[in-house]
Every structure is written in structure tokens, then in C-alpha cells.
């Protein structure tokens, strides 16, 4: 079946303008996560919803950064005013519950790059 | 999250099976250990988890020792597309985290 989807997969921006990161998660997964990914830093939680509500924020590094999720599907993640700091792999990734008895499908994530 | 040990690198030959080891001598009762592995420039891909019995599916197979402070997951066939980080989590609640892993490489 469709795996978790993310688009764009390359974004090139100029410091300061706002971009919008796209993650289309499987099928009737209810849960769903953003992470970053960088050489420095590793894997990075950012938020994670259970449905269209957002109960753990605390990953987000900055008020820069927001996330919404609609209809309990596609997700978008929000980061304005980008800074060279924020240049990293942007993942995304689902599941059928939050426990960590299920488990997360990555999709291939977002590679943004600040200039 | 209980802290994993993996060895830094390790070569495997095609065809024969891939025994990966990680230790987690503090975890605690409720963590599960999971198995991701990331191929170059791709997003992690779950392999297996599991609590307290040994696990398999179509991927691989889990050992989880008795008193739970180490496993090793088991490639059973490796094929030159198995190449990857391997990455051991313990894992509490949803958070994951990756570190720095097991670098495989299946040769020929």
C-alpha cells in the first residue's frame, strides 16, 4: 500500500521567507509526527497529532515554527521568517496509535536548505 | 528514554545472515526495543520491535535476551540492498530518537 508521502522533497529558500513542508500520512493512521534530522543533531522530535489536535508541542524550537493537521490527514508544517539554523531534513512519519507499542512509518522526507 | 550500545561498524558477506547487537542494560519494564535502519539520504524504515518475546516478520527477527539488556536483531539472508545506518531505540513513549547506530555494509 501508499506509504507515509512529503513534499516538496528538495526546498531551496532564501533567509527570511516563510515555507510550507507537506506530509500526506498512510491511510487511517491517526497519529501523526514531525521530526528533523540533521548531521549535528540527529533525529529531533518536533509535534506530534492525534487527529487534527496537537497534545505535545514541546519539540518545536522556536514560535518561527507551526504545524496543523486537517481532517485528520494531511499535515503542514509552517516555518516563518527561515534561518540558516533551520536547514535540515524535515521527516514526517504516522502510526495507528501513540504508545509505544505502534510503530512510526517515515515517509522520505524534506531537504531545506537556507540561504 | 534507557541508553543502547552498538558496535560503531560491522561487514557482512551477501547470502549469509546479519547478527546486529545492542545493549540496553538500563531499560526499563515498560520500554520496547525497536529496529529502524536509514539507507543513504532516505527516511528511517522501521524494521521490528518488541517488549519481552523474540519477534519476527518478512524483514527480520528480534532477540530480546531474558533479562532484557540486550538483543540482537538477525538478517537472516542480507542482500547488497541491506546496506544501511541500523539504528537500536529503547523506547518509553512516541519520541524517537536515533543514535549513532550500526554502519553495515554487505559485500559481494
Known amino acids: 500500500g501508499a506509504g507515509v508521502s512529503q513534499s516538496p522533497s528538495n526546498k531551496v529558500t532564501e533567509k527570511g521567507k516563510d515555507v510550507e513542508l507537506r506530509c500526506d500520512p498512510i491511510?487511517?493512521?491517526?497519529?501523526l509526527y514531525w521530526y528533523r534530522q540533521s548531521l549535528g543533531q540527529g533525529l529531533e522530535f518536533l509535534i506530534y497529532?492525534?487527529?487534527?489536535?496537537?497534545?505535545?508541542k514541546s519539540g518545536l524550537p522556536s514560535d518561527r515554527f507551526s504545524a496543523e493537521r486537517t481532517g485528520g490527514s494531511v499535515s503542514t508544517l509552517t516555518i516563518q521568517r527561515t534561518q540558516q539554523e533551520d536547514s535540515a531534513v524535515y521527516l514526517c512519519?504516522?502510526?495507528?496509535?501513540?504508545?509505544?507499542?505502534?510503530?512510526?512509518?517515515f515517509g522520505p522526507g524534506t531537504r531545506l536548505t537556507v540561504t | 528514554d534507557a541508553k543502547t550500545t552498538q558496535p560503531p561498524s560491522m561487514d557482512c558477506a551477501e547470502g549469509r545472515a546479519a547478527n546486529l547487537p545492542c545493549n540496553h542494560s538500563?531499560?526499563?519494564?515498560?520500554?520496547?526495543v525497536y529496529w529502524y535502519r536509514q539507507i543513504h539520504s532516505q527516511g528511517p524504515q522501521y524494521i521490528i520491535h518488541?517488549?519481552?518475546n523474540n519477534e519476527t516478520n518478512e524483514m527480520a527477527s528480534l532477540i530480546i535476551t531474558e533479562d532484557r539488556k540486550s538483543s540482537t536483531l538477525i538478517l537472516p539472508h542480507a542482500t547488497l540492498r541491506d546496506t544501511a545506518v541500523y539504528y537500536c531505540?529503547?523506547?518509553?513513549?512516541?519520541?524517537?530518537?536515533f543514535g549513532a547506530g550500526t554502519t553495515v555494509t554487505v559485500r559481494a
Open positions: 512519519a504516522s502510526s495507528t496509535g501513540v504508545s509505544p507499542a505502534y510503530e512510526q512509518y
Open positions: 491511510s487511517g493512521h491517526t497519529a
Open positions: 497529532f492525534q487527529g487534527n489536535s496537537a497534545p505535545d
Open positions: 538500563t531499560i526499563s519494564g515498560n520500554e520496547y
Open positions: 518488541g517488549l519481552k
Open positions: 531505540i529503547v523506547l518509553h513513549d512516541y519520541k524517537l530518537s
